[in-house]
Structures are given as structure tokens and as C-alpha cells.
């Protein structure tokens, strides 16, 4: 699944289980942050080394670095040290952190059937990699309904609890955000 899903899925469990900005902001990014190792993404084609051979930074590091037990332990982690020591954030981290890994599982497949295996033991193992044979494609039909899906329903839910996914970013944009939903889409008076 492409991030923006990942992140809309993370927020909705988030806005579901959590009562304050920064637990729904921890256990959101948990759900997104395994994409950083896709950094490479942007710029793989575009530089080159010696004769002309490109820097397969998003090919080769892809689902290796980030999509782990040993990173979801450190995210873990940082969300228990970053909602100052609460248990219930920091599992819900790792929940988001793991649903991010099924996601990716289920819905990454390449254009060119390549599976995105799941190396879950590194950096302890690389004895076993998850994989699905019905993977559909990154681009496939059920992979947009989801992220419609979840986008309607954070909508939704912002126009309901006053608070967006626009908070993650800034306070102040989530207040004209949700001002301007609810200006869009009143409450139906009796």
C-alpha cells in the first residue's frame, strides 16, 4: 500500500483507541514511519555512479530495513519513551506498526509480479520472509477502495470529534480544517 493509506489507516485506529493529540500522533506515525526506507525512491534514477550504474537505494532497501522486528522494537520503543512511559500508546504503536506490515503483505505486489517479501526476523534472521501468493498489485482496485475508504471515513470522524489527521502536522490547520467541514456538512437540526 502506498503511504498515505498506511498513514490513514494508523490515524483511524488511532482516533478510535487514544484521547489525546499526541497519543493519536504517536500511534499514527507508528503506522507510516516503516516507509522511511524508501528513501531512496525519489532519487534511484537520478544518480549514477562510475559508468553509469544507478543507485538502487529503493530496490535493494525496501521492505529490508524498516519492515522488521528489530525496527518495530526500537518504534516500539520510541512511542513508549514519547507518550512519556503510557503502556496502551505504545502497544497501539506496534499494532499500527505490524497492521503496516500486513498491509504490505497483502497489497504490495510490483507491476511485474514482483512480491514485496517481509524479512520479520532482521536483523536476527533472514530465515523467514512474509509473503502472500494472492499479493495483489500496489495499483489494484482493492488497494484504492481502502484508501477512498479510510479518507471518507476520517472525514467523517473529523466533522464528528473536531479533530483531522491535518493535526499530526499543525494545531492550528486541523482547527480551519475541521471549521471548514462542518461549515460544508452541518448537523441535521430535528
Known amino acids: 500500500m502506498i503511504p498515505p493509506t498506511h498513514f490513514l489507516i494508523s490515524w483511524v485506529v488511532a482516533d478510535a483507541t487514544t484521547k489525546t493529540r499526541r497519543d493519536r500522533v504517536i500511534v499514527s506515525l507508528a503506522g507510516v514511519i516503516p516507509d522511511i526506507d524508501g528513501f531512496g525512491y ?76 517481509i524479512p520479520y526476523l532482521l536483523p536476527l534472521s533472514n530465515a523467514w520472509q512474509w509473503t502472500w501468493s494472492g499479493q495483489w498489485e500496489l495499483s489494484a482496485w482493492p488497494n484504492r477502495a481502502i484508501g ?34 462542518r461549515r460544508w456538512f452541518p448537523r441535521a437540526t430535528a
Open 42 to 117: 525519489p532519487i534511484e534514477n537520478w544518480i549514477t555512479i562510475g559508468w553509469d550504474k544507478p543507485l538502487f537505494w529503493h530496490s535493494d532497501y525496501h521492505h529490508i530495513l524498516c519492515h522488521n522486528v528489530g525496527f518495530a522494537a526500537l518504534v516500539t520503543f520510541g512511542a513508549y519513551w514519547l507518550s512519556k512511559w503510557n503502556w496502551k500508546t505504545m502497544l497501539l504503536a506496534c499494532l499500527t506498526f505490524h497492521l503496516h506490515l500486513l498491509c504490505d503483505v497483502i497489497g504490495s505486489r510490483g507491476v511485474d509480479n514482483y512480491q514485496w517479501p
Open 148 to 181: 477512498a475508504g479510510c479518507f471518507a471515513l476520517t472525514l467523517w470522524l473529523a466533522r464528528l470529534k473536531g479533530h483531522s489527521p491535518v493535526e499530526v502536522f499543525s494545531q492550528r490547520a486541523d482547527t480551519a480544517f475541521v471549521g471548514i467541514l
